[in-house]
């Protein structure tokens, strides 16, 4: 399945470039994403994460420490896996 696909290293490194934010705390869970799912993250996900970097940083933020739930266009199922796995301190 094309969701499944692995991105490669230029992928990543654009989408890690596009994850970059103004609030410390929102780059902290984003540097743990990467440094744990980098090297082996999806089409599937990299949609997902694309989605919740639309977020203002606040929103984000709020969404990483489970003061809300995702809503509206961020309410899809590779938005939500994606944030598990942002919010996962494992």
Same mark, same amino acid.
Not at 1 to 4: G, K, R, S, V
Not at 87 to 90: D, G, L, M, V
């Given at each position: 399945?094309?969701?499944?696909a692995? /991105?490669?290293e @230029? !992928?990543?490194?654009?989408?890690?470039? @596009?994850?970059?934010? &103004? /609030?410390?705390?929102?780059? /902290?869970? /984003?540097?743990?994403?990467?440094?744990t799912? &980098?090297?082996?993250?999806?089409?599937? =996900?990299?949609? &997902? #994460?694309? *989605?919740?970097?639309?977020?203002?940083?606040?929103?984000?933020?709020?969404? #990483?420490? @489970?003061? +809300?739930?995702?809503? &509206? !266009?961020?309410?899809?199922? !590779?938005? +939500? !896996?994606? *944030?598990? =796995?942002l @919010?996962?301190?494992?």
């Open positions: 399945m094309a969701d499944e692995l /991105l490669d @230029r !992928e990543v490194a654009i989408l890690r470039w @596009r994850c970059r934010r &103004g /609030l410390v705390e929102n780059d /902290l869970f /984003l540097e743990r994403f990467f440094a799912h &980098g090297s082996c993250l999806t089409i599937r =996900q990299a949609r &997902g #994460l694309t *989605l919740l970097m639309d977020l203002s940083d606040n929103d984000l933020l709020d969404l #990483l420490l @489970r003061r +809300k739930e995702p809503t &509206g !266009e961020v309410s899809k199922d !590779e938005v +939500k !896996e994606v *944030l598990e =796995q @919010r996962n301190r494992a």
